[in-house]
């Protein structure tokens, strides 16, 4: 049984590019969360989607950034136009049903931003 | 005041110490608990759920108590393999409401 699946696992863009982080979650898991990690900071909080739902977006950026998860296929991150800094790395997790227990991780993608 | 807040450390233990961790939350409807393990930026692990009544898995224990709003996490015995940062975690636990992570505490057992 495949983990949470992130790709890719480095991405490098030069500011002002588009940069589009893929998370496909376990199998039978239908909720996925977007957690973004600065250099010494903590997890922050991003989105939370369920199939073809945004149901918390309160820690999605104003401008620029978007989120999907459609009824086919992985779960997309995109980041417009980046900045230094966006530069970090970004988690994506899944679990089962509602609620955030036991939130399993995928292994990141590290966006560099040039 | 941050929701979740941990001291960053790092604490420096030798191998075979014992070593304490809290984490303080300041939502009084805060209702699950975690601690995770991080290892050089690599994805957060689950180490173990909190409980009300304290839980305890090998040589890691962890507290919860609820009137000062803080959980902890003891190591006994350290190993060099228990080098990394710890993050607490806590949810409201109603429906679709997220995980909130501390910034983590780091820690370093040296032979």
Redesign the interface.
């Known amino acids: 049984n495949a983990g949470v699946m992130q790709n890719p696992r480095h991405l490098v863009r030069r500011r002002g590019q588009e940069a589009r982080l893929r998370c496909s979650p376990m199998k039978g898991h239908s909720h996925v969360y977007w957690y973004r990690q600065l250099p010494e900071e903590g997890l922050k909080f991003m989105v939370y989607l369920q199939k073809e739902n945004i149901i918390d977006e309160s820690g999605m950026p104003k401008e620029r950034f978007s989120a999907e998860f459609p009824k086919e296929g992985p779960s997309i991150l995109r980041i417009q136009q980046v900045v230094r800094g966006d530069s970090a790395a970004y988690f994506c997790a899944s679990s089962p049903g509602r609620g955030s227990e036991k939130l399993f991780f995928g292994s990141g993608t590290q966006l560099s931003v040039l | 005041r941050k929701e979740v807040e941990q001291d960053p450390g790092p604490f420096n233990v030798p191998e075979g110490a014992t070593v304490a961790f809290n984490c303080t939350y300041s939502n009084s409807a805060s209702q699950?608990f975690?601690w995770y393990r991080q290892d050089c930026?690599?994805?957060?692990?689950?180490l173990m759920?909190v409980y009300s009544s304290g839980n305890e898995d090998g040589r890691f224990t962890a507290q919860l108590n609820r009137a000062s709003q803080y959980i902890s996490l003891l190591i006994r015995d350290s190993k060099l393999s228990d080098s990394a940062t710890y993050?607490c975690a806590v949810?409201r636990?109603?429906?679709?409401?997220?995980?909130?992570?501390?910034?983590?505490t780091r820690l370093a057992v040296r032979p």
Do not use: A, N
């Open positions: 699950s975690f930026r690599k994805e957060p692990k689950l759920s993050l949810t636990g109603s429906s679709g409401d997220k995980l909130t992570f501390g910034t983590g």
